[in-house]
RNA sequence: UGCCGGGUCGUCUAAUGGUAGGACAACGCCCUUUGGAGGCGUCUGCGGAGGUUCGAAUCCUCCCUCGGCAGCCA
């Protein structure tokens, strides 16, 4: 636990931000930020760093955390994402109380609000269709021209407006705009959109609105109506926030001081929620949540902690600087938390059988193993053993490369927990494949007697066959063969064909078979598993790959 | 040809006129009954050119370069 100061370290830019409005006293002292998603799809780990930014800061400075649904568009919205939303925010520990809102309540306000901006002379209905308001708009370098509805009388707005409430006008037909400059350098300032009509039932105000409030217009006013003083974004909202200046202006309200930061970009994957939905409509992936994602839902079901990705988020800082994070560095994060937490167990993922001629046929001994080497009160367990195991095929090499410390014919490794053994034969099929092993052990070698005066040079994994439970284990690769797929128009075309793997035989030490549904286990030399929460059927263990260890292993030539 | 915002090790990020540092990655070595973990070490960077200054990543000028913006999406 730390301890909390009156200023909070300096973590970057936007702390200083705050740390300057304390000092002037700008907010009277509050602090309040906010998280607005758009419930038209699942969050994804960019967003898990704008919550644990919004979210951290609250807590810092001892201020205020808002959740707030930015439901301005029916035709994009569903309450499927509004509740995983919630589930992911939740899980991710950004405790918002009671404080859950939907900009969608605000309707009636904002509304009213337009009403007192069009009395003002700033805001006008305008009858002009989609292509002449674009072309009309001008250029990047040229400026627009005005609306030729652009002067209509005060109370000829108010008319319009209204009867555009009412449902009297289709789609398209007319929008309400505000009255700023045509010729502005900053196009979002060229008499921007503030209401469309569309005639679309909304997920939670149903059939009450068929003019909805543009994003320009709403979200100032949302940020101003919960008295949030920091309104954090990504960059792309830069050019958005004379607009949002402009309005807030104008109405002279409660007026949030916008700061952009750039978003996370992490390689081999997408971070559009297009692209993602994509991914989910066509198929490429299972579902929002396929552990193959970067959807919060996808890494929580891959394994991954929120400790891990909330250590991520801090250790990537916040910047303005347009940046593509390496994987890497989530993959530290993670496993550093699961190595303090991850219980160990023995797996093995491609079996090889051993026969151990010396050891008696019928015995079973029972090995004492600890559970996590970094954490002794985790406690031990008890590992059966016996003449037939079982080890992992890559383990086991009859033309090893030079350095290679594990099993060779006529060579000597220890088994872990167990004795040392020395293969004597390698049983091979018709193809010349090696199936099968003819071993045999040293009995003085036991881990814990202290009585082996042998040394090998390595130690490896095993389970005893007739106790190992069979299990599925999917392991995975990154999503995208590229480092940046997103820069390509042919983005799919770069998706990995082998970024996921089923295993259907892989064999687990007993002590498994009461492992947890979302349960992290580390399987030692293999890598961060997680009991899987959909594939499982029955009784039948799924076991998803977190990350693989981290492996300095290399042959030597 | 417009406006806005950026450019510091391979990656991410510090330094706020005073020794360019950390993390990840990589590569060595040590240790190890997980080729894990851990320990030690090495490597590599201020986009460029001028200027101000005792002193510049930081201030000024010019250039180069990257990103965003012309939805009734957010």
Known sequence: MEISSASPKKKNFIYEIIDD?????????????????????????????????????????????????????PSKEEQEYVDSIIEDVKWLGADFEKRIFFA?????????????????????????????????????????????FRN????????????????????????????????????NLRDPIMYRIV????????????????????????????????????????????????????LGMHHPQQIEFARLNLNYTVMSKRKLLQLVKDNYVDDWDDPRMPTISGLRRRGYTSEALKDFTESIGVAKRDAMTDISLLEFSIRNDLNKRAQRAMAVLRPLKIVITNYPEDQ???????????????????????????????????????????????????????????????IKNETGEVVELYCSFYPDTKSGTGTSTKKVKG???????????????????RLFTIEN??????????????????????????????????????????GYFCVDSKYAINERLVFNRTVTLKDSWRPKK
């Open 21 to 73: 409005d304390l000092q002037t006293n700008k907010w009277k002292g509050d602090v309040h930020t906010r998280f607005p998603p758009e419930p038209n799809g699942y969050l994804h780990i960019g967003h898990a760093k704008s919550i644990f930014l919004n979210y951290g800061i609250s807590e810092d400075f001892h201020g205020k955390f808002n959740l707030r649904f930015d439901d301005t568009n």
């Open 199 to 250: 005639h679309e039932e909304h997920q939670r105000q149903g059939k009450k609105w068929c003019i909805y409030p543009t994003y320009d217009w709403a979200h100032g006013l949302e940020d101003s109506i919960e008295k949030i003083t920091h309104s954090i974004c990504t960059l792309e909202f830069e050019n958005h926030r004379p607009l949002y200046d402009w309005f807030l202006n104008e």
């Open 364 to 426: 079973v001994e029972e090995l004492e193993a600890v559970n996590n080497p970094e954490d002794a009160s985790m406690g031990k367990r008890v590992l059966p053993f016996s003449r037939e195991i079982f080890i992992e095929q890559t383990d086991f090499m009859e033309n090893p490369p030079k350095g290679f410390h594990r099993l060779i014919p006529g060579g000597e490794v220890r088994l872990r927990y167990a004795y040392i053994i020395r293969c004597d034969e390698a």
């Open 485 to 526: 797929p997103a820069s390509d128009e042919n983005w799919l075309s770069f998706l990995n064909p082998n970024s996921v793997e089923i295993i259907t035989g892989a064999l687990v030490e007993p002590s498994l078979s009461k492992a947890k549904i979302g349960e992290h286990i580390q399987f030692e030399r293999n």
């Open 104 to 148: 969608s309540d605000y309707f009636d306000q904002m509304y009213q609000l337009a009403v007192e901006l069009i009395k003002k002379g700033k805001a006008y209905v305008c009858d002009l269709n989609g292509d002449e308001i674009r072309s009309s708009r001008g250029t990047l370098t040229e400026p627009g021209k005005e609306s030729p």
């Open 152 to 187: 209509r009388s005060i109370e000829e707005n108010l008319n319009l407006f209204q009867r555009m409430r009412t449902g009297e006008f289709r789609d398209g037909e007319k929008t309400l705009r505000a009255k700023i400059d045509m010729a502005s350098p900053n196009i």
């Open 459 to 477: 130690t490896i994994h095993w389970v005893s066959a007739s106790q190992a439970v069979s299990v599925e284990v999917r392991l995975y690769e």
